[in-house]
């Protein structure tokens, strides 16, 4: 199991921070972890959320809100990025060859989707592992679509063409209309989990929800449900036709030989086809 990353970054200069950073990639010291994520109509396994941590070697397991800037700033988030993506696909390909099937989603930040290159580093990604592209998901931030949309709406084109699904990440209610995000071509729109928090006490929250989902599937776009900490949230969610959620009411990151335990633990206690 993934040590639970350091929260403290006291005495830490941002000079420090920059020249730590400097050689992690090299040095071996980032790694992932994969959250499950559920079909809460069938209660079946969906997938996994691949994750990035920093095992610095003197402050220990680091979660990335306390380094993801900076690797945006200094680009650093660009090779760290086809990293991940190609360990995330590597470690997919694994699964998939033991008879697992389902989705590996991963994060894309806006500087990769911004790249000329990032659709090469998604079709190297695919082939070296031979992971099967319908089951890679890339999400990426309302923000990153919104810049310059026209080359936005080229570089997802090329993506499409490769058979990858494409998702909007931390989506809520009242930044961006629905409708205006699906002229882009995603599959999957995943509601942030502040949102989600407030769907067992406020009615109103519960009905838009409902909306939503009926809008989703006008557009021919699935809705996901992220951070749902307790069973009233995930009946609600079912309730309202969510067809997946993921958070810690089912279960936390874990490193990748942890997920290989809950996935023999799913299917022996739950009876759910994975």
Known sequence: MANEPAVSEATWSHEDLESDLAGALEAGEFFLVYQPTIDLQTNAFAGVEVLIRWRHPQRGVLSPELFISELEMSGQIVPVGRWALSTAC??????????????????????????????????????????????????????????????????????????????????????????????????????????????????????LIHTLVQLAKALGVQIIASGIEDAEQRKRLAIEEVSIGQGFHFSRPHEAQEIDRYLEDFAIFSGKPL
């Open 90 to 207: 590597a470690q997919g390909a694994i699964w998939h060859d033991r008879g697992y099937r389902f989705a590996v989603s991963v994060n894309i930040s806006t500087k990769q989707l911004g790249s000329p290159e990032f659709a090469h580093d998604v079709a190297n990604a695919l082939a070296s592992s031979r992971f099967d592209p319908a089951l890679l998901v890339l999400e990426f931030s309302q923000e990153s679509l919104l810049g310059d949309e026209a080359a936005t709406m080229r570089r997802l084109a090329e993506l499409k063409t490769l058979g990858v699904r494409l998702a909007v990440d931390d989506f809520a209610p009242g930044d961006t209309p629905l409708a205006d995000l699906a002229k882009f071509p995603i599959d999957i729109v995943k509601l942030d989990k502040g949102f989600i928090a407030g769907i067992t006490n406020s009615p109103e929250a519960a009905a």
